[in-house]
């Protein structure tokens, strides 16, 4: 069954070349690929470099919980080391924010992620591509959310980083399983 996967991508460390990385990465994963606006902010929670926000939707037929790993491996590539403090900068997060409709809990994942309602990075990008669709928990659309939003406590500002040929890479995406004779 093919979903809707968004991911949020941050990056305050060498942000233009690790977001550029992680977009290519998607996009050879799932296909083509719906970007946000890139914008920039502070870090929110820690004194670090300002980081550089988008979200990602596609479509997919993995799990949650695959796509998930793949995004773990990515930021492993880019140098992302996890720490007990995980308000850090950080060279690449990327974050599973929905599965179609789905509510996941986990102790890897929780789907609906949280950080969408709490953060402007996360719900500004993802009002923007996906503005009637609507939160699986409270049944709000991302614009109503956006709308709601106390903006004054969360600067953020567009940055002109052009994603254009790294969003449509042609798809490794792995074939069906057959099954087992």
Known sequence: MTVRAYVSIGSNIEPEANVRCAVAELARRFGEL???????????GF?????????AGFDTDE???????YLREIEHRQGRVKTVDRLADRPLDLDLLLYGDARIETPEITI???DITRYAFVLLPLAEIAPAERHPIS????????D????????????????????NA????????????
Do not use: C, M, T
């Open 34 to 44: 719906r970007l946000s606006s890139v914008y920039e902010s502070p870090a929110v």
């Open 112 to 114: 609906p992620r949280p």
């Open 139 to 146: 049944g709000r659309s991302y614009a109503e959310l956006w």
């Open 148 to 167: 709601a939003f106390d903006k004054r406590a969360q600067p953020l500002w567009p940055v002109p980083l052009s994603l254009e040929g790294l969003r």
């Open 47 to 55: 004194d670090g470099g300002n980081f550089y926000n988008l979200v």
């Open 170 to 181: 042609p798809s490794a995406r792995r074939q069906p399983r057959s099954p087992d004779p």
């Open 63 to 69: 799990s949650a919980q695959e796509i998930a790993h």
